[in-house]
Structures are given as structure tokens and as C-alpha cells.
């Protein structure tokens, strides 16, 4: 049983911030390289930030550069996504995603190996 549970998405006014969290449960998520993706309407699905086994290098698209952060909470098995000043460009569909084949950083692209995923928490920015 390797499951990935994300939450904390929800609508949001432009500037605002919102939390997202992705809890592992059969598997520590710190032995693996973890990643935010998102899917926006009419968009192809794509990677917002990724960070690697045991948290020593990150990667994120640019339009999330300055804005969002990736960290972890080993003590929790969790993978959170801080969000700052979101913008309606930022309204997806947000999926955690592991790769379960330690010690690689897998990057941020989603077909270059993860492999297990969530089922998502939407995340509407709108005014």
C-alpha cells in the first residue's frame, strides 16, 4: 500500500496564499524525490516544484520562482507546497508525485519517472 494524499487547496483571492500538503502513508517520502505538477483548463499537466531525497536540491517552473516553496515535514511524512501571492494564472488542479527510486533527484518533469500520484486538491484563484 503506497498512497499520496494531498489537501489544503481552495479558492483564494489574487495575492493570497494557501498551503499544500501531501502526506505519504506505506512509504517515507523522504527517501524519495517528490513533486508538485498542475493541470490547468485547456493545459497540459506540468511541474511547479520538485525537491529531492532528503530535501538538499529543489527545482520549479519560473512562474513559481520567488513565489512558492517546497519543503518537507519528515516527522509528519509530508511534502507541503507554500503558495505566495497567487495569481489566477496559478488555478489548477495541484498533484504530488513520487518517485520510488531512491537516491535519484528525478527532476521536476513528470515523465521522467514518477510514478505514484494523488488525486489532487483543486486550487482557484479568482477575485
Known amino acids: 500500500q503506497l498512497q499520496l494524499v494531498e489537501s489544503g487547496g481552495g479558492l483564494v483571492q489574487p495575492g493570497g496564499s494557501l498551503r499544500l500538503s501531501c502526506v505519504g502513508s506505506?512509504?517515507?517520502?523522504?527517501?524519495?524525490?517528490i513533486g508538485w505538477f498542475r493541470q490547468a483548463p485547456g493545459k497540459e499537466r506540468e511541474g511547479v516544484s520538485c525537491i529531492s531525497p532528503a530535501g538538499g536540491r529543489t527545482l520549479s517552473v519560473d512562474s513559481a520562482k520567488g513565489r512558492f516553496t517546497i519543503y518537507r515535514d519528515n516527522a509528519k511524512n509530508t511534502v507541503y507546497l507554500q503558495m505566495n501571492d497567487l495569481k489566477p494564472e496559478d488555478t489548477a488542479v495541484y498533484y504530488c508525485?513520487?518517485?520510488?527510486?531512491?537516491?535519484?533527484?528525478?527532476?521536476?518533469?513528470?515523465?521522467?519517472?514518477?510514478?505514484?500520484w494523488g488525486h489532487g486538491t483543486q486550487v482557484t484563484v479568482s477575485s
Open positions: 506505506g512509504f517515507t517520502l523522504d527517501s524519495y524525490s
Open positions: 508525485a513520487a518517485d520510488v527510486r531512491p537516491p535519484v533527484f528525478t527532476g521536476c518533469d513528470l515523465n521522467l519517472g514518477y510514478d505514484q
